[in-house]
């Protein structure tokens, strides 16, 4: 895999947007800094300012006042055009070109940006591995409406990586896919990028969403106000006010729970009697804290038997689920 | 009905003039047609590209459907006179707005996705012009072209009215050319009508876009 940007800071200093003959603005004074790497996921309601932000980054709307900068460099030093060549961008419904190829879609900006066809062959192929369509064969010469929503999905995913931006911009990316779908392509799209660590932008209006991928959640409120910017545990522990609390919905103690696995709960010694444990069901060491507890709940049990991979780890009671020993907030480390 | 028949044998006698007839037919609406295309295609696509203008589009097309040929080619005859320019400019304002309108609409109604995501990943206005619109609107423009080629050949006829010649020198003329000829003359405009149609629905076909054209026919099936 030939990566070789490893991410840029993006920062909004006071980032506000009043489109003309509206009375009141659509984002106010946005301070927020997505760290180089990082994956900020911006949620709040519909009509919040969330796609606006988003465009203010990629110039597609221009910025009232305030100022948003990419590492170092005000986005209004470049041209915008220039500056959206080193953005990789992603949208709803994937935006593919249907009358491309999928080969055709990916080479849109290594095209624009003039490299050769060797370059665009290899990278084409390369990506295509990456997000999970091998053998790339099948998938160089289909159209768009040849491929499913999950893979159209990829592929639009693909074709914003394609140039090695530094920077991606992904505006509710998976917001068409069915549910078994979307959690695929969440994961898929996770561990692209873990693997490549571009610094990722990403709205969603699907908090759960927001809370499986994000490093730090920003929630912006109605009038385009930031209303909270913290990692998942911090935002589920401690809203910062009844909007938040609200937004985050009745179940937040239990999404909470689902930022553990139970594989890092399990104590290393068993304790207990094998007769108490004998009725317990059996758990994956990868399940959330919260998966668990709905597998013991439907089995009527105390606790359950944690396994991985075949092996026996330990037990992990209804308290150490509903109250995990390790704090929730020892996790941050393990995230970053 | 013998008239009908009638038409048949008329035809086979005077294929010659029918077919020099023909040719001033086609010349007469071509360049109107052309004209059209020339004017129409270019201001359209470029008003669709920028999202404006869409009520100059909308009442040029009312305008256009509001003014029968016949009435055009009378008032025409007030200012330009009788003659071949007058009819051409009759035949070019009749096939004006439909390329018109069928351009803008082509262009203005591609998904603004698509096109947010062209400019999104650095494509110039040129370049979402050139790469985007045009491919996908090209059909539409055709369709646009169909439509005032056909008015335009149909339409032609009356021209002899303002004296350029064509069919409608054989159609109009019952005293020199019979009831058989009459007929024998809009048969003839009818099957030229169609031809022109069918030329297009062809071209129609092979110009719309490959991942396009595969989705037309996936819904199809
Ligand atoms: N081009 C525009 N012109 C005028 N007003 C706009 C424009 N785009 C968005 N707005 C307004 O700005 C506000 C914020 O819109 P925005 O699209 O940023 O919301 P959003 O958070 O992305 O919503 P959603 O979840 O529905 O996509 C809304 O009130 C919207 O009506
Ligand atoms: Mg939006």
């Known amino acids: 895999m030939t990566q070789h940007s490893t991410g840029t800071s993006i ?25 180089a790497g990082e994956l900020v996921c911006l949620v709040g309601p519909s009509g919040g300012g969330k796609t606006t932000a988003l465009q203010l980054v990629n110039r597609l709307v221009d910025l009232t006042s305030g100022d948003i900068r990419i590492g170092d460099r005000s986005i209004s030093d470049q041209s915008a055009i220039e500056l959206r060549r080193t953005i990789g961008y992603a949208i709803q419904q994937s935006g593919l070109f249907p009358h491309y190829t999928v080969a055709h879609n990916i080479a849109t900006v290594p095209t624009i940006l003039g490299w050769d066809k060797e370059r665009i062959r290899t990278r084409t192929a390369e990506l295509l591995e990456l997000v999970g369509l091998s053998p790339v064969e099948t998938w160089l010469s289909r159209y768009p409406a040849q491929l499913s929503g999950g893979q159209q999905q990829r592929v639009g995913i693909a074709r914003a990586l394609a140039a090695d931006p530094p920077v991606m911009l992904m505006d509710e990316p998976f917001g068409a896919l069915d549910p078994i779908t979307r959690v695929a392509v969440q994961d898929e799209f996770l561990a692209i990028h873990r693997a490549v660590g571009k610094t990722t932008l990403f709205v969603t209006h699907d908090i ?85 507890l709905s597998v013991v709940s439907a089995a009527r049990a105390e606790g359950a038997i944690v396994h991985k991979g075949g092996n026996r780890l330990g037990e992990v009671s209804l308290h150490d689920l509903i109250a995990p020993p390790v704090a929730v907030e020892d996790r941050e480390g393990v995230r970053t | 009905m013998h008239v009908i ?61 509001a003014l029968p040929s ?39 109604s591609i998904d603004r996705d698509l096109t947010r995501a062209a400019r999104g990943m650095g494509m110039s206005p040129g370049q979402v012009l050139l790469k985007v619109e045009l491919p996908l609107g090209l059909p539409m423009i055709i369709a646009g072209i ?13 021209a002899t009215i303002a004296g350029s010649g064509g069919l409608g020198d054989v159609i109009l003329n019952q005293v020199a050319y019979g009831m058989e000829g009459v ?20 071209l129609l076909r092979v110009s719309a876009p490959a991942g396009v054209r595969q989705l037309q026919s996936a819904n199809a099936m």
């Not at chain 1, 003959?21 to 997505?34: Q, R, S, T």
């Open chain 2, 5 to 65: 028949f009638g038409a048949f044998p008329f035809m086979i006698d005077n294929v010659a003039l029918l077919l020099t007839k023909t040719g001033d037919h086609l010349v007469i609406s071509l360049i109107p047609l052309l004209a059209a295309i020339a004017l129409g295609v270019p201001i359209g696509v470029w008003l669709g590209h920028a999202h404006r203008g869409e009520f100059l589009a909308v009442s040029v097309t009312n305008i256009g459907r």
């Open chain 2, 146 to 158: 169909r439509t005032s080629a056909v008015l335009t050949v149909s339409s032609a006829t009356i």
């Open chain 1, 208 to 292: 759960d969403e927001a809370i499986k991928m994000a490093d730090r959640i920003a929630i912006l409120k109605p009038g385009g106000k930031l209303a909270q910017f913290g990692t998942p545990s911090e935002v589920l522990s401690n809203p910062a006010d009844d909007f938040v609390a609200e937004f985050l919905g009745s179940e937040r103690g239990l999404k909470r729970l689902a930022l553990t696995t139970v594989g890092e709960i399990v104590p290393g010694r068993s304790d207990r009697a094998s007769a108490e444990t004998a009725q317990w069901p059996d758990v994956e060491a990868t399940m959330t804290l919260r998966e668990a």
């Open chain 2, 70 to 108: 016949l009435a055009l080619i009378a008032i025409l005859i007030g200012f330009v006179g009788i003659g071949m320019l007058n009819a051409m400019i009759a035949l070019f304002l009749l096939a004006f707005p439909p390329i018109l309108s069928y351009a803008f609409q082509a262009v203005d």
């Open chain 2, 183 to 202: 007929i024998a003359g809009a048969i003839w405009v009818a099957v030229l009508a169609i031809l022109v149609d069918q030329a297009f629905a062809l």
């Open chain 1, 11 to 35: 920062t909004f200093d006071r980032a506000t947007k009043t489109y003309p003959g509206a009375a009141a603005p659509a984002l106010d004074a946005l301070d927020l800094e997505v760290e």
